[in-house]
């Protein structure tokens, strides 16, 4: 063994081999990332995962102010990602983007003049997952469905929102 490498080389491929192929075939082949002197290898496929929206900030409409939510909330995705991983010699770490739809559960908060309750809610929605490694920013939009007791006479009921979240990965295909 002596200097010769042990286990799969990588073949770093120049721009002159890449000139010819299309944006499909080249993803997957190596690369020397300029900035980091890393192995830079692109992936695409399906992203599975879980989310919660934290924040969430309701427009104004002609009847009701802008608020800010900070109910409690959990979702699941799946959506297209591509990004790219930078292998070195101390860890791989990869960076992508996902565009997904998601499904979950909140909180609604119906207030009456004496009562204030709080009723189950269904949020649908879709959104763009910034990701390192398995953990991600979402920036969503969507919207709350509550289900339950007069949730007909609840002012946000299927209004859009805009949300800020963090997401966490279950798996890629």
Request: aromatic share 10%.
């Amino acid at each position: 063994m002596n200097g010769e490498p042990f286990g799969p080389t990588w073949k770093v491929c120049g721009n002159e081999l890449k000139a010819g192929l299309t944006i499909d075939q080249r993803i997957g082949l190596p690369v020397v990332d300029p900035w980091s002197k890393a192995l830079r290898i692109g992936f695409r496929g399906w992203h599975f995962g879980s989310m919660t929206i934290p924040l969430r900030l309701r427009p104004a409409t002609l009847s009701l102010a802008p608020s800010l939510v900070k109910d409690p909330s959990i979702a699941l995705f799946y959506g297209h990602t591509r990004g790219y991983g930078l292998v070195t010699h101390r860890a791989i770490t990869n960076y992508s983007i996902t565009a997904a739809p998601f499904i979950g559960l909140t909180v609604a908060e119906l207030k009456t003049s004496t009562v204030v309750q709080n009723s189950p809610a269904i949020m649908l929605g879709g959104g763009f997952v910034l990701a390192r490694n398995n953990l991600g920013i979402m920036l969503t939009v969507g919207m709350d469905q509550a289900v339950g007791n007069h949730t007909d006479k609840w002012i946000y009921q299927g209004k859009p929102w805009f949300g800020l979240g963090v997401s966490a990965s279950l798996g890629y295909q």
